[in-house]
Structures are given as C-alpha cells and as structure tokens.
T-cell receptor, first 112, second 113 residues
Framework: QQQVKQSPQSLIVQKGGISIINCAYE??????FPWYQQFPGKGPALLIA?????SEKKEGRFTISFNKSAKQFSLHIMDSQPGDSATYFC???????????FGTGTRLQVFP | DAGVIQSPRHEVTEMGQEVTLRCKPI?????LFWYRQTMMRGLELLIY????????DSGMPEDRFSAKMPNASFSTLKIQPSEPRDSAVYFC???????????FGSGTRLTVV
C-alpha cells in the first residue's frame, strides 16, 4: 500500500512531441503528489506538485493530471525539448507520516 | 543560500572500513532526509529528522547504518563496517514544513570494494 507504481521505465520522444509519464498508488491517505526531475550527477529537483482537491495543474510546458477515483496521476510535457532529457520521478506522501514515497523513475530522452 | 551541501562527492573505500557521509541542510529547514539511490531499488528513504530528532528510521537497512543530527545545520550518515552492497548514491534532502518540496543535495557516490 506504500508503493507508487510508475511507467514507462524509459521513454523516447522527438523534439516538439508530448511526453507522458504515469503513476498509480493504492493508499487513499496520500494527499500530496510531486514530480521530481533528475539530471545525471545531480540530485532530484522539484518540478511540479499537486494536491487531490484539483484535477489538473499546469506550469509552463509541464502539466499534472490527477484522477482521484482511479488513484492515478500523470505528468505531461508539451513541446518536449532535448533539455528535458532527464529521469523523472513521481512521489506521494500523506499527512501522518510526511515522508515521500518515490516511484521507480522514467528515463526520458528527447531527440532533436 | 548555497542549497543542501553534501560531502564528500565521491568516496571509495575497502570493505570493512567505516564510512561517514555529511550533510548541511538549508538554513531554516526543519526536516532532513537521507535517501539511497540504486538502479535496482530506486530512491529509498533511510531516515528522517524533524528539528534534529529522528522521526522514522524504518528504512535503515541494518545496524551497520546510523545517522545523527547534532544540530540544525549538520547531519551524518555512518556505515560501519561497510560492505560492497552498500555501494550507491546517498542523497540528503531538507525541507520546511515537509510539505512544500524537498531540496536535494548533489549526493555522495559511495563505492565499497
């Protein structure tokens, strides 16, 4: 119940295309869902986050879609750029424990 | 702010030796987390502190691992004795109120030979 399942493991997208990464969770007590971006040799960095009281959040080219009934959330990267090539992690936490549980990561490669 | 500072960046040690990883969180942050990242297991939470007090150490793999936070600006993760299976990248992260996103350090790449 503590797991966050992430797919796909890797993703190859052409420049200008849309990248979509999906995550699913079981524990309905989770109430905070961030996405992190990690470049090689660096630590993960917060990209965008959503709480379950909204179904979508957009920041620039990055959008989180959240489906509370399906217990799923996804990251959409519009107009993908080679600079977006990185590993993306979804995560979830709940009020009681306050610790983030991370998905297994998606390696995104955007080719020009 | 310089962000979360970890040292060393790389550590190569022989099996059986003691290893100490260090972390300086962002000033004012009241939560500190230690994560381990491997290809096989991804990002695993080892332990976290709130106001220098350990809150949850259920992720610490075994007694060979220990972590301390003697003050708000410094934490250590110690492995004694180290084993080859401890080879991984260890990240420290800090946050404020634990809800607005973690700031990760650049990590320590540990290799135990």
């Amino acid at each position: 119940q503590q797991q966050v399942k992430q797919s796909p493991q890797s993703l190859i997208v052409q420049k200008g295309g849309i990248s979509i990464i999906n995550c699913a969770y079981e524990n309905t007590a989770f109430d905070y869902f961030p996405w992190y971006q990690q470049f090689p040799g660096k630590g993960p960095a917060l990209l965008i986050a959503i709480r379950p009281d909204v179904s979508e959040k957009k920041e620039g080219r990055f959008t989180i879609s959240f489906n509370k009934s399906a217990k799923q959330f996804s990251l959409h990267i519009m107009d993908s750029q080679p600079g977006d090539s990185a590993t993306y992690f979804c995560a979830a936490s709940m009020v009681i424990t306050d610790k983030l549980i991370f998905g297994t990561g998606t390696r995104l490669q955007v080719f020009p | 702010d310089a962000g979360v500072i970890q040292s060393p960046r790389h550590e190569v040690t022989e099996m059986g030796q003691e290893v100490t990883l260090r972390c300086k969180p962002i000033s004012g942050h009241d939560y500190l987390f230690w994560y381990r990242q491997t290809m096989m297991r991804g990002l695993e939470l080892l332990i976290y502190f709130n106001n220098n007090v350990p809150i949850d150490d259920s992720g610490m793999p075994e007694d060979r691992f220990s972590a301390k936070m003697p003050n708000a600006s410094f934490s250590t993760l110690k492995i004694q004795p180290s084993e080859p299976r401890d080879s991984a990248v260890y990240f420290c992260a800090s946050s404020f109120f634990n809800r607005d996103g973690y700031t990760f350090g650049s990590g320590t790449r540990l290799t135990v030979v």
